[in-house]
């Protein structure tokens, strides 16, 4: 099972990123797919899930407005839409795969950097 994470890199604030998660490996439609991150010094924070047919959908109040999670089942891929970055929300990315019935197994990617600065 692999879960890869792309598309962070360097943008200004009040730009925009668009992040990507693959999962091979699974049966993609039995996960809930979500994001997390961590900033320097800080403990690992919820961003965004979306459940296994994409219409369900939650957010953490910081990102809400903001950020957009969405799936494509047949890419075995979820996107994170990000507009409006600030600062703060520079962080390295994590993609989050559970098992919607069981919660597990579970499995996280490796991160990606997303870094907000003029």
């Known amino acids: 099972v692999e879960v890869v994470e792309s598309g962070g890199g360097l943008v200004q604030p009040g730009g925009s990123l668009r992040l990507s998660c693959t999962a091979s490996?699974?049966?993609?439609?039995?996960?809930?797919i979500s994001w997390y991150r961590q900033a320097p010094g800080k403990e690992r924070e919820y961003v965004a899930s979306?459940?296994?047919?994409?219409?369900?959908?939650k957010y953490a109040d910081s990102v809400r407005g903001r950020f957009t999670i969405s799936r494509d089942n047949a890419a075995k891929t979820v996107y994170l839409q990000m507009i409006s970055l600030k600062p703060e929300d520079t962080a390295v990315y994590y993609c989050y795969a559970q098992d919607k019935i069981r919660g597990w197994p579970d499995y996280w990617g490796q991160g990606t950097q997303v870094t907000v600065s003029s």
């Open positions: 979306i459940f296994s047919a994409g219409r369900i959908t």
């Open positions: 490996g699974v049966t993609f439609t039995d996960y809930v």
